[in-house]
């Protein structure tokens, strides 16, 4: 099992990589339940695989597609649907300067 | 040397360069839509795929992508590993990015050279959106238009050579064809040392010019902290192309941050050796290679034919008009005078009116002793600008040199006469006096006098009046 120490600085740097403001409760919430997911990962420790790296159990490689004339994908809409907030076609999130 | 080289010396510049430039392709390097992120309106060429709706998937690498990026590596005399590579997921949050990831790849090209710069390695990725950060606008047309970035050794040594390399280096790559058209303006990370100082990295500067007003400006803000006494510390600067200064990035994420991990969406991918002597066999003459044959060919100097070779468009320009000219005269004119003015009007000869048969007949002209150099280059400036056939420029511009000899005695006897101190200083051992008439007889006759007959007519003459 790997040793991890999940302290207000780790909750401080990964909440500003995700960019969210978290309460001190948010914090005490998030520090619970990051032990938890890393306790229940450690299973994977286990495994015995070996010196080699090991990224891909399969072993097909070189999955490659011809270019061609482009094929419009023909829901656009259903996508925009999904944005928030839209004006003039642009999706508008916070500002950022 | 580089150009500048010498300006920087005391400095211990250290400059090197992340280029991105987008690879051309009709779709977009995981999905079928289209790459033209400009024409199009805002999130129309978009679909679950580039856009990470969920529950979607990656299609297979476009192959188109990846040979115009092999292409790319092989022109550079990079080596392809010999590893297969694999797609890498980059984690980071920000509007232009829907997936909260960047699909990048690993180097799959590395240790090649382009004008005396290490091309460390080469790699493949996805661009992000367009996010227009004022505004708080974001447009997906763009999310997944093949990208290839180029990562240089520190060995650039001046702003100014930055500029000539990123100039050249785009040149090549539009020679190429491997690039998209309308992507002229390139996408560096620019790194930058001085005095053995910590490297400080610029980030996002969107065009050459750009680059080399950023390192003006990083230069002279590190020697003034270093004066003050302060040190450099490793940071990320941002570059605000308005007001052309950099700026501290506050928030910085590091190797770490990014999370890195193989994208289990994606096969590895492995370049064969049949597959690289396939793309080599298509590429065109290396600029190593070209190197080696201009010199021999055309017994032309080094520096000459590194100024002709770093721009493909001019090497081939060259041989064209070196079939009907003198190929010394023709390099040297090619390398010097007209890569001069194409760079100061920011053209290429492929974009520029000048043609191979305006320096072969400009070089006839000179041989046959009717054009002056110091006039040649102002001829080359307007067939530049202009196009028009030289006879007609020069025609227009009166340039045909006098060298009939009663017309030069006539203006000889003209300027002693008007300058009789001059003759007398002459007379009595002063040297410059002979300069002094020469300049004056090549005003009078708007620098089109045959400058060694005229010298010669001169002296004559002034020994004459003895």
Redesign the interface.
């Known amino acids: 099992m790997v040793e991890t120490i999940i302290d207000d600085n780790v909750i401080e740097r990964v909440s500003e990589i995700a960019r969210l403001k978290l309460s001190e409760k948010e914090k005490e919430k998030f520090r619970e339940e990051f032990e938890r997911i890393l306790e229940e990962f450690s299973v994977v420790d286990e495994i015995k695989v070996g010196e080699k790296e090991l990224y891909y159990v399969i072993e097909n490689v070189n999955v490659l597609r011809k270019d061609s004339e482009p094929k419009p994908f023909n829901k656009i809409n259903d996508i925009k649907n999904n944005f928030n907030k839209k004006e003039d076609g642009f999706i508008v999130v916070p500002r950022n300067l | 040397m580089q150009l500048h080289e010498d300006k920087y010396k005391d400095l211990n510049l250290k400059i090197g360069l992340e280029i991105h430039v987008q690879l051309k392709?009709?779709?977009k390097i995981f999905c079928?839509?289209?790459?033209?992120y400009i024409n199009s309106?805002?999130?129309?060429?978009?679909?679950?795929i580039c856009?990470s709706?969920p529950g979607s998937k990656p299609?297979?690498?476009?192959?188109?992508?990846?040979e115009n990026l092999l292409k790319i590596g092989l022109f550079f005399g990079c080596k392809a590993y010999e590893k297969?590579f694999?797609v890498q997921r980059k984690h980071?949050?920000y509007?232009d990015l829907p997936s909260n990831y960047q699909r990048t790849s690993q180097p799959i090209l590395g240790d090649g050279n382009f004008m005396g710069v290490g091309i460390w390695e080469i790699h493949i990725e996805e661009d992000p959106g367009r996010?227009?950060?004022?505004?708080?606008?974001?447009?997906?047309n763009r999310c997944g238009v093949p990208l290839a970035e180029i990562v240089t050794a520190p060995d650039i040594k001046s702003p100014e050579y930055a500029r000539e390399f990123l100039r050249d280096l785009l040149l090549s790559l539009e020679y190429l064809g491997v690039i998209r058209g309308e992507s002229g303006s390139i996408r560096a990370d620019v790194n930058i040392s001085i005095m053995g100082g910590n490297r400080i990295e610029i980030k996002n500067v969107n065009s050459v010019k750009g680059v080399y007003k950023a390192l003006k400006y990083e230069i002279v803000r590190q020697k003034a902290v270093l004066q003050r006494g302060g040190t450099i510390t490793m940071e990320t600067r941002h570059f605000d192309e308005g007001s052309m200064i950099t700026k501290t990035l506050r928030?910085k994420?590091t190797v770490a941050?990014y999370r890195y991990i193989?994208d289990?969406d994606?096969?590895?991918?492995?370049i064969s050796p049949e597959k690289l002597q396939e793309i080599e066999s298509v590429l065109p003459e290396s600029p190593h290679n070209k190197k080696k044959r201009f010199m021999k060919e055309y017994s032309l100097g080094e520096e000459i034919v590194d100024a002709l070779i770093s721009d493909l468009y001019l090497s081939d320009f060259f041989e064209e008009s070196a079939k009907k000219s003198n190929p010394i005269e023709s390099g040297k004119w090619c390398a010097t005078e007209l890569k001069r003015r194409l760079n100061e009007k920011n053209l290429s000869v492929s974009t520029s009116k000048i043609t191979p048969k305006h320096i072969s007949d400009m070089i006839g002209f000179i041989e046959r002793g009717e054009l002056s150099v110091k006039n040649a280059k102002w001829i080359i400036e307007d067939a530049v600008d202009t196009g028009e056939d030289i006879t007609s420029l020069m025609d227009k511009k009166n340039f045909y040199q006098i060298s009939s000899e009663d017309t030069l005695l006539d203006i000889i006897e003209k300027v002693m006469g008007d300058n009789p101190k001059a003759v007398e200083d002459y007379k009595s051992g002063n040297e410059n006096a002979l300069h002094f008439l020469f300049g004056k007889v090549v005003n009078e006759t708007e620098g089109r006098a045959e400058p060694s007959k005229t010298i010669k007519l001169l002296k004559d003459k002034l020994c004459m009046v003895n």
């Open positions: 392709t009709e779709q079928e839509c289209s790459t033209d309106s805002p999130n129309n060429n978009i679909c679950p856009t709706q299609m297979g690498v476009n192959e188109k992508a990846l297969p694999y980071y949050f509007p996010y227009e950060l004022r505004e708080g606008k974001v447009d997906l928030k994420e941050d193989p289990p994606l096969v590895p991918i492995y």
